[in-house]
């Protein structure tokens, strides 16, 4: 990154920060809380850890680059889950909150050798920048989660295409690439319109899921773990959020409750491709 990169970076960060940009979960409108703040450090930082991942810090260089987005012969447009006959799923984040809440649950997933995929929103990276190479560093994957999460299916073309671009464009100059997927805000499924603006975006499918956590209500890392496990198959997508301390407290159960039945959780693209 130049450093006439890195002081645009700085000053959109100041000006997300400055408009207070916080926001809503994936599902529909009024299924979400904001953001739990956990006080504190990390519960363990990985020594190899750069300084750069650090909550406020940003990065010295593009990240590792990200997995392109590409089409998946055989897969829908709009895809909900992988195959019903494999031995994995896929854990898939809505990408906003605290950093170190952010981290604590790419940490746990690590411990456990998980891999998550991670649909960052745009103006959390220009809060975060390091964030993005935080979730690359740890072997996962990152996408479009739209630029400010609003209600995308009811906003007219031109603002939904914005939507769409304008994180694109943090996603490439952060990492170097559009990042590997797109989901829709505030709704599970795209409409046929969003999937159309999302493919002239550059993304040939838009990540659905066909299991919702309901974490975003903050209804405790127990009931998280129970709908989870409840609700999972082998080739589930599993829609999740960072940045609340119940599910990063959920996590560890989840995996070892996947490990039970034979299930690996992997990214998005080991699942389907
Ligand atoms: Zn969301």
Same mark, same amino acid.
């Given at each position: =990154?130049?450093?006439?990169?890195?002081?645009?970076?700085?000053?959109?960060?100041?000006?997300?920060?400055? $408009?207070?940009?916080? #926001?809503?979960?994936?599902?529909?409108?009024? $299924?979400?809380?904001?953001?739990?703040?956990?006080?504190?450090?990390?519960?363990? #930082?990985?020594?190899?850890?750069?300084?750069?991942? @650090?909550?406020?810090?940003?990065?010295?260089?593009? %990240?590792? %680059?990200a997995r392109p987005p590409? /089409?998946?012969?055989? =897969?829908?447009? *709009?895809?909900?889950?992988?195959?019903?006959?494999?031995?994995?799923?896929a854990?898939t984040f809505h990408g906003?909150?605290?950093? @170190? $809440?952010?981290?604590?649950?790419?940490?746990?997933?690590?411990?456990?050798? %998980?891999?998550v995929t991670v649909l960052a929103i745009?103006?959390?990276?220009?809060?975060?920048?390091? =964030?993005a190479? @935080?979730i690359l560093? #740890?072997?996962h994957e990152l996408g479009n989660h739209t =630029?400010?999460? @609003?209600?995308?299916?009811?906003?007219?073309? &031109?603002?939904?295409?914005?939507?769409i671009?304008?994180c694109a464009?943090?996603l /490439?100059?952060?990492t #170097?690439t559009i990042g590997s997927w797109f989901r829709?805000? *505030?709704? *599970?499924?795209?409409? &046929?319109?969003?999937?159309?603006?999302a493919?002239?975006?550059?993304y040939?499918h838009v990540l659905?899921?066909?299991?919702?956590?309901?974490?975003?209500?903050?209804?405790?890392?127990?009931?998280?773990?129970?709908?989870?496990?409840?609700?999972?198959?082998?080739?589930?997508?599993?829609?999740?959020?960072?940045?609340?301390?119940?599910?990063?407290?959920?996590?560890?159960?989840?995996?070892?409750?996947?490990?039970?039945?034979?299930? /690996?959780?992997?990214t998005t693209t080991?699942?389907?491709?």
């Amino acid at each position: =990154m130049t450093s006439l990169d890195r002081r645009s970076v700085l000053r959109v960060a100041a000006s997300a920060v400055a $408009t207070g940009a916080l #926001g809503s979960g994936c599902a529909p409108a009024g $299924t979400d809380s904001p953001a739990v703040r956990t006080p504190g450090a990390p519960r363990s #930082g990985r020594p190899s850890a750069p300084d750069s991942a @650090r909550p406020g810090g940003v990065p010295s260089a593009p %990240a590792h %680059a990200a997995r392109p987005p590409t /089409r998946v012969p055989g =897969m829908p447009v *709009q895809i909900e889950h992988g195959p019903r006959d494999g031995h994995a799923v896929a854990l898939t984040f809505h990408g906003r909150g605290d950093p @170190r $809440t952010a981290t604590a649950l790419l940490d746990e997933a690590e411990r456990a050798g %998980a891999r998550v995929t991670v649909l960052a929103i745009g103006d959390w990276l220009d809060e975060q920048p390091a =964030m993005a190479r @935080r979730i690359l560093d #740890g072997g996962h994957e990152l996408g479009n989660h739209t =630029m400010h999460h @609003r209600n995308i299916c009811a906003l007219p073309a &031109d603002a939904a295409y914005a939507e769409i671009s304008r994180c694109a464009e943090r996603l /490439r100059t952060l990492t #170097g690439t559009i990042g590997s997927w797109f989901r829709p805000s *505030q709704a *599970q499924r795209a409409t &046929d319109l969003v999937t159309r603006l999302a493919r002239k975006a550059g993304y040939p499918h838009v990540l659905s899921y066909d299991v919702d956590s309901l974490d975003a209500s903050d209804p405790g890392a127990p009931a998280v773990r129970r709908t989870v496990l409840d609700r999972v198959r082998p080739g589930s997508i599993v829609s999740l959020h960072l940045g609340h301390a119940g599910t990063v407290a959920a996590l560890p159960p989840i995996l070892d409750g996947l490990h039970r039945r034979g299930l /690996r959780a992997v990214t998005t693209t080991e699942l389907v491709t």
